[in-house]
């Protein structure tokens, strides 16, 4: 699993138009699902950035995590995290699950990261979604689990 945490002050899901998804301060996460990726998988990183310390304390630290600042978490599905990019000028995405093998990873890390105590909403599987993020910092940390 690939994941891109952005910390924001708002970020937003658009399909068809219409908003299906608002969070205020907390957490964008854009998601991408691998052919090896197991449940475990999704818990562990699911937990790992839950507690993840990003968020500045009183002395502007980042040494809070969003269940700390009463943060929400907003998962975005997004395959092409994982181009690869090594040959030619057109991204392969061979190393992205496929839908059958992505949609339940994703939603179990969601469900993974409500069981944490994070509320958590996210965007459509498979459709195309116009993102809205204000990033907060700007602080963007990328993270691959397992890890290696």
């Known amino acids: 699993m690939k994941a891109v945490i952005q910390r924001v002050k708002f970020g937003s899901v658009c399909v068809e138009g219409k908003v299906i998804s608002k969070i ?4 964008v996460i854009l998601l991408g699902v691998t052919h090896n990726d197991t449940l475990a998988y999704a818990e562990a990183l699911a937990s790992k950035i ?5 968020f500045e304390d009183n002395e502007s630290k980042m040494n809070l995590s969003c269940i700390e600042v009463g943060g929400e978490v907003l ?16 991204p392969s995405f061979t190393d992205a699950a496929r839908p059958e093998i992505a949609e339940p990873l994703c939603t179990h890390f969601i469900d993974s990261l409500i069981k944490a105590g994070l509320p958590t909403q996210s965007g459509i599987f ?6 809205s993020i204000e990033n907060d910092g700007p602080v963007t940390i990328v993270m691959d689990y397992p890890i290696e």
């Open 50 to 54: 839950a507690s993840l310390r990003i």
């Open 126 to 131: 498979g459709a195309h979604m116009l993102v």
């Open 24 to 27: 205020g301060r907390g957490l």
């Open 75 to 90: 998962v975005v599905s997004q395959f092409t995290l994982l181009a690869d990019t090594r040959k030619g000028r057109r």
